[in-house]
């Protein structure tokens, strides 16, 4: 059963405002379990950036007679995709952000009603997505792993940290962030010197036992030969939070957790930043989140093309946002843009630390021929994206 559709409208009608409605479609998910009672608890994690972007949408739009609404479909946790979209379709929708994994962006992106439709992939990392699964209606404002991974390993090549110890978790998503990071040292110069599945039961930690089993699991994973960086592939949080400070190695912990790549961080106070994540906080009672932000890029997109165009058809609008002249501010420092060859948003990646923001890349010193955002991912002559095929 589909939950009731939402529709918000930005702008009232008087005066004959233009409209354009905004999908976005997601399923329930239970929260992530945070590994310390410090981060709280989000259970609308990209519906919250959705909503945010509509009402900046909405600021712009009423000096230029445009009112945006968003429409909201988040389905049940086994919930139809294909009823999902139809219902989007029903309400007039042709712009939809997915916040899905994977398979159930493909699944929304194959159906018929999605054929005239353009959807934004706020959520899926994967490279598949942009290589030999893309699809021509999908544009990715999601970071991929390999821009993330790319982005990390800039960073350790400007440091000239280049021996790499890689610990594995066990989860799909962990074998192909593994996948990018060995690629990413090929492409920069980095050395893997040691690859380890973690294999430690994580259990209960807030147990009385619980930090003298991790203290103890912790150097025995993390043996091996000597290192520079210990990088770890833990997407889910599995493990990855009580590296640091345990590790075999007085080492720098870096990846999914301690150092971290990755499109938004709630550090980040340059290029009005704070004041990106102040607004967020009002709205949300949380801080931003890479989801929230991914799924903000998504609605801002379209307003800043209805915005520059001055008009709301989609035709119009989804040739402008696929067009070298798109450009949107994100609060990262550079105007990022839709990569033609793959649809992915170029960006900057944050290097984050735990309190602060430590780095941004593309690092200073590798360059392109177009624009060093283009070191990070897939460049046009690398992709294996054929979306007409």
Not at 95 to 103: E, I, M, N, R
Not at 213 to 224: R, W
Request: aromatic share 8%; with cysteine.
């Amino acid at each position: 059963m589909l939950a009731p559709a939402t529709a918000s409208t930005a702008v009232a009608q008087d005066g004959g405002a233009q409209a354009v409605a905004i999908g976005y479609l997601a399923r329930h998910e239970d929260p992530r379990t945070p590994a310390s009672f410090l981060e709280p608890v989000a259970t609308d994690e990209g519906l919250q950036g959705a909503r945010l972007a509509l009402a900046d949408n909405t600021t712009t739009g009423m000096f230029l007679n445009q009112s945006y609404r968003l429409v909201e479909q988040v389905l049940p946790a086994d919930g139809d995709i294909g009823a999902g979209l139809k219902a989007l379709a029903d309400e007039g929708v042709r712009f939809v952000v997915a916040d899905l994994p994977a398979d159930a962006l493909l699944s929304a992106a194959d159906r018929p009603e999605a054929r005239s439709m353009l959807l934004f992939n706020a959520r899926a990392p994967d490279d598949a997505l942009r290589n030999e699964q893309c699809r021509p209606n999908i544009l990715h404002t999601a970071a991929s792993r390999r821009m993330l991974a790319d982005a990390l390993a800039q960073y350790l090549a400007w440091k000239k940290w280049t021996g790499w110890s890689l610990l594995i978790g066990r989860t799909p998503g962990d074998a192909l962030y593994a996948e990018a990071i060995r690629r990413a040292a090929k492409r920069f110069g980095g050395r893997i010197v040691a690859e380890t599945t973690w294999t430690f039961d994580t259990g209960n930690r807030r147990t009385d036992t619980g930090i003298t089993t991790i203290q103890s699991d912790i150097p025995l994973a993390t043996q091996g030969p000597d290192y520079e960086v210990l990088i770890v592939a833990d997407e889910i949080g599995d493990f990855g939070d009580y590296l640091d400070g345990r590790t075999w190695r007085p080492r720098p912990v870096a990846g999914t957790q301690g150092l971290t790549a990755t499109g938004w961080s709630r550090v980040n106070e340059q290029w009005g930043g704070t004041q990106l994540q102040s607004r967020f906080e009002k709205l949300a009672g949380r801080w931003m989140t890479a989801r929230d932000y991914a799924a903000w890029l998504a609605v801002r997109s379209i307003g800043e093309a209805a915005a520059r165009t001055g008009g709301t058809g989609f035709d119009d609008l989804a040739a402008y946002l696929r067009s070298p002249d798109f450009e949107l501010a994100g609060f990262k420092g550079e105007a990022l843009s839709f990569r033609a060859w793959d649809g992915q948003m170029r960006q900057p990646i944050l290097i984050a630390g735990p309190r602060m923001l430590v780095s941004v890349s593309p690092q200073e010193g590798f360059l392109h021929p177009v624009t060093p955002l283009d070191t990070l991912g897939d460049d046009a002559p690398e992709t294996k994206c054929r979306p007409n095929r």
